[in-house]
């Protein structure tokens, strides 16, 4: 069956720090992947996605970039934080169907 | 931007239907409509999806107008655990979604 890992689950980094989340996912493949952040009570926000690997498309201009090294691989990074970008961080992937979403990273920049 | 517009907020007795409207006016022929809930600090769970029947599983049924610019959501019998947002998305590869709808089922 397919699964999706995403970690780490709770992450505090001060302003400025470099960050790196990895999404990973087990029983398909050339999936469909995308990044999603969620800010405190609002909606999903589309940040990135990706149809294989070195496609990325970028929804939202600002300090954060994807990366999709491998098929089933996707890394959202960013090499300076700002406290805008706290939030609650998805990974998900869609097959032919429906989505799956990982467990989410919250992230908080102080 | 989303191409579909739901109402921010509803409220639902328990037990009884909770009916979730979304307007997908703009929605192209060969898009399917999905339907996710996402309960307070989870990742999105997915409901059901159609084209242009009805359909029906163990969670709930999607009812599309035959013009397919827009869709019902029926959770027949709602319990507290609905109590969620839920969002219909029209399916394209970049997977948007909106404000969703804030169902909460009250006792």
């Known amino acids: 069956s397919q699964t999706i890992h995403q970690w780490p689950a709770t992450l505090v980094q001060p302003v400025g720090s470099p960050l790196s989340l990895e999404c990973t996912v087990e029983?398909?493949?050339?999936?469909?992947l995308y990044w999603y952040r969620q800010a405190a009570g609002r909606g999903l926000q589309l940040l990135f996605y990706?149809?294989?690997?070195?496609?990325i498309s970028s929804e939202v201009p600002q300090n954060l970039s994807a990366s999709r090294p491998q098929d089933r691989q996707f890394i959202l990074s960013s090499k300076k934080l700002l406290l805008s970008d706290s939030g609650f961080y998805l990974c998900?992937?869609?097959?032919?169907?429906?989505?799956?979403f990982g467990q989410g990273t919250r992230l908080t920049v102080v | 931007d989303a191409k579909t517009t739901q109402p921010p907020s509803m409220d639902c007795a328990e037990g009884r239907a909770a009916n979730l409207p979304c307007n997908h006016s703009?929605?192209?022929?060969?898009?399917?409509v999905y339907w996710y809930r996402q309960i307070h600090s989870q990742g999105p769970q997915y409901i059901i999806h159609?084209?242009?029947n009805n359909e029906t599983n163990e969670m709930a049924s999607l009812i599309i107008t035959e013009d397919r610019k827009s869709s019902t959501l029926i959770l027949p019998h709602a319990t507290l655990r609905d109590t969620a947002v839920y969002y219909c998305?029209?399916?394209?590869?970049?997977?948007?979604f909106g404000a969703g709808t804030r169902l909460t089922v009250k006792p």
């Open positions: 998900a992937w869609m097959g032919s169907g429906e989505a799956f």
């Open positions: 029983g398909t493949s050339n999936p469909n």
């Open positions: 990706s149809v294989g690997i070195g496609q």
């Open positions: 703009t929605i192209s022929g060969n898009e399917y």
């Open positions: 159609g084209l242009k």
């Open positions: 998305i029209v399916n394209t590869n970049d997977m948007r």
